[in-house]
């Protein structure tokens, strides 16, 4: 029995530490970061894809959600060393909240494969980018409308998200 309650206490500090690990991870990503509004281009995406590859889809998420805590309670971690409520209410907000069904969503869809292959890890990743930009979309549309949403919040993302969705696939494939 003593033995038991050793292993699940070393499992549990262990994934503690994996989660702190991923949401410092994630707030490094979201340091590399190109000032735009009203949503800054940020690594943070691909950053928060590497550590759901490593960690699967429930520690994976638990790293972003512990990320989302930080910067609400003050930490610097949002891009450009931001951080509180203000960050993940206002038209940005979305995007950052969108991390955890992102993560979530690829984490899962990557358990399913076996096999890692290049297009696997990029269908998981696209999906998981789909639900954030959705999210991201949807909050950003309450602030400045649908159509310029749209204009601002996703166009200007397609290029840059294709590309480290590719990096993504390149380093989370195992062929």
């Given amino acids: 029995m003593i033995k038991a309650a050793s292993i699940s206490r070393n499992f549990l ?16 990503g979201s340091q590399i970061c190109v000032p735009w509004v009203p949503v800054p281009l940020t690594f943070q995406t691909l950053f928060v894809l590497i550590v759901v590859s490593r960690l699967g889809a429930n520690l994976g998420a638990l790293s972003v959600l512990l990320y989302l805590i930080e910067g609400l309670a003050g930490i610097p971690v949002f891009a450009e060393f931001s951080a509180g409520p203000a960050i993940l209410l206002g038209p940005s907000g979305g995007y950052l909240l969108g991390f955890i069904p992102a993560a979530y969503l690829t984490g899962i869809i990557l358990n399913r494969f ?3 292959t290049f297009l696997s890890v990029l269908l998981a990743g696209l999906a998981g980018e789909v ?12 602030f400045i409308g649908f ?3 749209y204009t601002v919040g996703i166009l200007p993302f397609i290029l840059g998200d294709f590309l ?9 494939s195992k062929k």
């Fill in 13 to 28: 500090a262990s994934g503690l530490f994996q989660c702190f690990l991923g949401a410092l991870i994630i707030a490094l």
């Fill in 131 to 142: 639900a954030l930009l959705v999210t991201g979309y949807l909050q950003l549309a309450h």
């Fill in 147 to 149: 159509s310029d949403a």
């Fill in 114 to 116: 076996t096999n890692r």
């Fill in 164 to 172: 480290k969705l590719t990096l993504f696939a390149m380093i989370a």
